[in-house]
């Protein structure tokens, strides 16, 4: 059951990764003679995927909560391999769009539903370590990742979609068979959709706001008018929750301290990493004319630092509060992050200058990502098991949207203004810093808690 549970989280992390190498090969299949997709029409590629699937992850988590997390496990991973397949026969960018959109919703059902089956098979004293093993998975994805998209490219970029089709029957076959249900709150209101679609739109809204200020200009009519948009549906959510019997976001979970810095210090460390990830691989693609199966075989040998950072991690330092190994694995990108800014040339010298500094980065990866999911839900009660994971995974998305968004605001038309670049990168690490600020006042005790290493 573990390996199926988790394996729909390796099938998503690996779409993420291969979707963003296989990025740039995209826009050029999408472009004519006279006419090529811009990038901030092309980040849409990525983040309409990170604000659907964000602003669904907790009304999923709920509805998965109280109506049984195996049907919506099943229900998501058949709209997710259904949606890959439509992807990869998307004639231009707003059908891909379209589909990626899809795509979300059954991510954003399977994805809560599959550590919220795993926690409730867990005893209380496991439920960390199974809360780790679940993101180390998507670590182990992320190093795959970019190889994997590569390799698909010079196929077609088709394929970076198609793949997850194949994957996606044999979880859904295995799912039906072999996971047992789980209905801890049946009796549970039905959740605040009506919210949740407030949400959405104004994420939405955020973000085009951001992509669009390259274009628009930063004080034209139509950018103040998607900030306001945002603005304003921000506060009708909170309007909302507040009147609410079952809210997207159940404020007494946000009481919980560790809960809510958590999910602030996975805002922020997400907004960096995502910013950097997409801006790595435009670097190497536009300034130093990298393949792609170049650039994922570039790219994954940071992700591999991660998994045995988290194992190693978790065995020496186990009587660590996660809080301190979050704050230091943020740091550590942080530094990646002013090492690329410092050595950044437009002269290709990948082992000298970025790889160095890339596998630092993978290093404070591995230390943050797992430890921010086990920190949040570990002590949360059995039956907001789904529904706080998808609070935590909402941030991530959030995060790595707002990272796109803003990395795409930055560098403009693409990754060939040194400036730019240099003032992408110290986003990154000002992310970076903000999230071991916050980080540190995840504390919940005042003693150090004891985290258990590992499952299996």
């Not at 010298?349 to 290093?363: E, K, N, R």
Request: aromatic share 8%; with cysteine.
């Amino acid at each position: 059951m573990t390996a199926i549970l988790t394996g729909a989280t390796f099938m998503a992390g690996l779409d993420l990764f291969i979707v963003n190498v296989a990025f740039d090969e995209i826009g050029r299949d999408f472009s004519t003679a006279t006419d090529a997709p811009a990038l901030n029409e092309l980040s849409w590629i990525l983040s309409a995927y990170a604000v659907v699937y964000a602003a669904l992850l907790v009304p999923m988590g709920r509805l998965t909560d109280r109506y049984g997390r195996k049907p919506g496990f099943v229900a998501g991973l058949a709209v997710f391999t259904l949606a890959s397949l439509a992807c990869g026969f998307a004639p231009g960018v707003w059908e891909l769009v379209a589909a990626r959109v899809l795509q979300a919703v059954g991510a954003a059902a399977m994805t809560p539903a599959s550590l919220g089956l795993l926690l409730a098979a867990l005893p209380p004293e496991r439920r960390a370590a199974g809360a780790r093993l679940w993101a180390l998975t998507g670590s182990i994805a992320a190093a795959l990742g970019p190889a994997a998209g590569g390799g698909l490219v010079q196929l077609s970029w088709h394929w970076a979609f198609w793949i997850n089709v194949p994957v996606g029957i044999f979880l859904v076959v295995a799912a039906i068979r072999f996971v047992p249900d789980v209905r801890q709150n049946a009796g549970a209101p039905r959740p605040d959709l009506l919210g949740a679609a407030v949400l959405a739109g104004a994420i939405a809204a955020l973000v085009l706001g951001l992509v669009q200020t390259e274009e628009w200009g930063w004080t034209s009519g139509r950018t103040l008018a998607a900030f306001a948009g945002a603005a304003a549906g921000l506060g009708g959510f909170v309007w909302l929750s507040g009147r609410h019997p079952s809210p997207v976001i159940d404020p007494a979970l946000l009481r919980i301290r560790s809960f809510a810095s958590a999910n602030v210090t996975t805002l922020l460390f997400n907004t960096g990493f995502g910013a950097a990830l997409l801006l790595a691989i435009l670097w190497m693609q536009q300034a130093w004319g990298f393949s792609a199966l170049e650039t994922g075989f570039a790219i994954a040998l940071g992700p591999l630092a991660v998994p045995p950072t988290s194992i190693i991690a978790a065995r020496r330092f186990g009587h660590v509060h996660p809080s301190r190994l979050i704050a230091a694995g943020s740091v550590l990108c942080a530094v990646s992050a002013l090492w690329q800014l410092a050595a950044l040339s437009t002269e290709p010298a990948y082992w000298t200058t970025f790889l160095p500094a890339w596998i630092l980065s993978g290093v404070g990866v591995g230390l943050a990502l797992p430890n921010l999911v086990a920190a949040a839900t570990a002590t949360l009660p059995p039956e907001q098991g789904a529904t706080g994971s998808g609070i935590v995974s909402m941030a991530r998305q959030v995060g790595f949207a707002l990272g796109v968004s803003i990395l795409v605001a930055i560098i403009g038309t693409g990754a060939t203004d040194t400036d730019a670049v240099r003032t992408a990168w110290l986003f990154v690490a000002l992310c970076s810093l903000l999230a071991a600020g916050t980080a540190l006042a995840m504390t919940a005790n005042r003693r150090p808690v004891q985290v258990p290493e590992p499952v299996g």
